[in-house]
């Protein structure tokens, strides 16, 4: 007889399908479309090394990056987001949208390298052995 | 008799007139009431016309030989068929036309099936062939029933023919007969949870796995006459005699509706039974009830 209460109940609750442009909820802690903070970015590309899915993509250029990411080709891992140690990833906790044409929902950002925060040692004044910092180091940080 | 009454009967109201927009009618009534118990939208009102329409509009592939002929025959024979005993049945107060008796709706009724466990065997594939078997042994399970509980009420009523039955009072063996046919109408119209022959998801669509176009298009109209035929005997057994023609005809199509309502929800609420469950239930749980009342009918027609 449950199963009568069951179908009692849905006769008078209505449909539960959703209409076109309506999405679904999403439960809590959903994993959904990749957010990108350019702002917070260092371009280490750790996210491209990351995404399996190959839904990343990480061009670097002469003082600028470009970062691109392809919802179509995303798994919603989440990999990318743990491995960002600058919490420029983020995934968006809402449905995706609706879109009507391939690769509406693809995104792509040219971010400016930042220069290299001075680091603490050539901040301070050479202390006893009064050498100047490896010049080979600078070199290898800003290819970096 | 007179043959205007009786070409009105057959081809008006509850003929094919009737009959063929309200099978439309009901196949979507069952759609419908099963979808929005199960929490679904479920198809719109013209549905079911429109895709007979867009079925009428497809073309089939060619089959030669005597093999094809038999697949193009068995729809157009159940669509008949299935007309033939929507128009037997007595909704109007002595209207007159076909003076049709039980045995004949029976077998009008019947047809559609054997039609089914031919197209199925007719169509030489693998799932038309099992779901033939299928329809095969639910038939023979559920029409023992099925004749027995019409037998006990003809019995307990004196007579075979429609027109008396449906102008005499009914009696508590009648009831205990309509009930028995109720029983029997889920496997008549391959219903949940006996939808053995058409399991969609074991056997495709089963007989009707080979059929395309208006030949598929004639199979949904003899299953939406089946409907139309199936409920309305019930309905007619069931409603009390009325003398006014249109109150008649309304009490007819009110109870028809209710029966497809109540087999909605047996269909919503159940899941498809094994073929060896349903003929164990059949033979086992259903028989002795028709028994019953067949013997309960013949000893009170001895004694009367």
Same mark, same amino acid.
């Given at each position: 007889m449950n199963i009568l209460t069951m179908l009692w109940k849905n006769l008078l609750g209505g449909s539960r399908t959703i209409l076109f442009p309506a999405r679904p909820k999403v439960s809590a802690r959903y994993r959904g479309l990749v957010r990108f903070d350019p702002a917070l970015c260092?371009?280490?590309?750790i996210c491209r090394f990351r995404c399996t899915a190959r839904a990343i993509e990480f061009k670097a250029g002469k003082g600028e990056f470009t970062w691109s990411y392809d919802p179509g080709h995303c798994t919603f891992c989440g990999r990318c987001v743990e491995g960002c140690k600058s919490h420029a990833i983020s995934q968006d906790p809402a449905c995706p949208p609706v879109y $009507?044409?391939?690769?509406?929902l693809k995104n792509s950002y040219t971010v400016a390298r930042k220069p290299p925060a001075p680091k603490p040692a050539q901040a301070a004044p050479p202390a006893a052995s009064g050498q100047t910092a490896d010049p080979a180091t600078e070199v290898r940080n800003e290819r970096s | 008799m007179n043959l205007t009454t009786a070409l009105a009967r057959l081809l008006v109201f509850p003929g094919v007139l009737f009959a063929v927009p309200f099978a439309w009618f009901f196949l979507w009534v069952e759609r419908k009431a099963v979808a929005r118990m199960q929490g679904r939208i479920g198809p719109p009102f013209m549905q079911p016309f429109l895709d007979f329409i867009k079925l009428l509009g497809k073309d089939t592939p060619v089959r030669g030989g005597a093999g094809g002929l038999l697949m193009r025959a068995w729809p157009l024979l159940a669509v008949s068929a299935a007309a033939g005993a929507v128009g037997l049945l007595p909704v109007l107060p002595s209207s007159g036309g076909f003076e049709g008796d039980l045995i004949l709706l029976l077998a009008l009724l019947e047809v559609p099936s054997m039609c089914i466990i031919a197209a199925g065997f007719s169509s030489r594939s693998i799932f038309g062939e099992i779901g033939s078997a299928r329809e095969a042994v639910l038939s023979v399970a559920y029409n023992v029933v099925f004749l027995l509980a019409i037998v006990s009420i003809a019995a307990s009523q004196h007579t075979f023919r429609l027109e008396t039955l449906a102008q005499l009072p009914p009696s508590f063996l009648r009831y205990l007969g309509i009930a028995a046919i109720l029983v029997c109408l889920p496997a008549k119209l391959h $219903?949940?949870?006996?939808? $053995?022959?058409?399991?969609e998801q074991e056997i495709y669509s089963g007989p009707m796995t080979e059929y395309a176009g208006p030949e598929l298009a004639m199979w949904e109209l003899s299953h939406g006459l089946e409907w139309v035929a199936a409920t309305g005997l019930v309905a007619t057994l069931a409603a009390p005699h009325i003398s006014l023609a249109w109150l008649a005809a309304l009490l007819f199509v009110a109870l028809s509706f209710v029966v497809v309502l109540l087999l909605s929800v047996l269909a919503a609420a159940t899941a498809r039974l094994a073929i060896d469950t349903t003929v164990r239930f059949y033979w086992q749980c259903t028989l002795i009830f028709a028994v019953l009342a067949i013997s309960s009918a013949l000893f009170m027609r001895f004694r009367s």
């Open positions: 260092t371009g280490c590309a $009507l044409n391939i690769g509406e | $219903l949940n949870p006996f939808s $053995l022959p058409n399991a």
